[in-house]
């Protein structure tokens, strides 16, 4: 069981939105403001897309953003592309650790 | 451009032990803090280890505290994990992730090396 919780799978039309939730404690997700989302195409390296809850490495499009409240983060995929079909991850600091949710699988209908 | 190559994996009796090499290029290793993560057979990723960049500060999840050691060779631009006493449920493919420093993520990742634990 993962540390922190994700639904299995997620889907939208292309230009559509869609929102992955990523449940944790006040241990990880609500104790510090250092989720991070990635985004990983099977056989390939994982993909950093959001660090510190929001903020947008350079080259990740504005599409994608960050938001939590309380112990819930969460990623926010907007105008939904092909190329957005993959398995995202959540990820959050806890105290000389790290911790993942389980993984969404987006599909793009 | 950063790059991260992992070797060093296989398949391995139980019991028995692997060292895991990331060579890394394209940027000052000896600056950047390291991570390895694995990813076991259709399920998602699991944080294995961290390392400060000159290797001074260690962290292990508690899954593998005790059997795995992380360290690097600043010199040679590597990091390593030797996995010991290994189990089946070790079974994985192992990523080395580059930290982003202060900011507690990895914002570069290897395409892993597959280590098989089997009899």
């Known amino acids: 069981q993962s540390a922190l919780t994700q639904p299995p799978s997620a889907s939208g039309s292309p230009g559509q939105s869609v929102t992955i939730p990523c449940t944790g404690t006040?241990?990880?997700?609500?104790?510090?403001?250092?989720v991070s989302w990635y985004q990983h195409h099977p056989g390939k390296a994982p993909k950093l897309m959001i660090y510190?809850?929001?903020k947008r490495p350079s080259g990740v499009p504005d599409r994608f953003s960050g938001s939590k409240s309380g112990n819930t983060a969460s990623l926010t995929v907007s105008g939904l592309q092909a190329e957005d079909e993959a398995d995202y991850y959540c990820?959050?600091?806890?105290?000389?650790?790290?911790?993942f949710g389980g993984g969404t699988k987006l599909t793009v209908l | 451009q950063v790059q991260l190559v992992e070797s060093g994996g296989g398949v391995v009796q139980p019991g028995k032990s692997l060292r895991l090499s990331c060579a890394a290029s394209?940027?000052?290793?000896?600056?950047?803090?390291m991570h390895w993560v694995r990813q076991a057979p259709g399920r998602g990723l699991e944080w294995v280890a961290f390392?400060?960049?000159?290797?001074?500060?260690?962290y292990y999840a508690d899954s593998v505290k005790g059997r795995f050691a992380i360290s690097r060779d600043n010199s040679k631009n590597t990091l390593y994990l030797q996995v010991n006493s290994l189990r089946a449920e070790d079974t994985a493919v192992y990523y080395c992730?580059?930290?982003?420093?202060?900011?507690?993520?990895?914002?570069?990742w290897g395409q892993g090396t597959l280590v098989t634990v089997s009899s």
């Open positions: 992730a580059k930290d982003l420093s202060t900011h507690y993520s990895c914002d570069y």
């Open positions: 510190e809850v929001s």
């Open positions: 390392i400060s960049y000159e290797g001074s500060i260690k």
């Open positions: 006040s241990s990880d997700v609500g104790g510090y403001n250092f």
């Open positions: 394209g940027f000052t290793f000896g600056s950047n803090a």
């Open positions: 990820s959050s600091y806890a105290d000389s650790r790290w911790v």
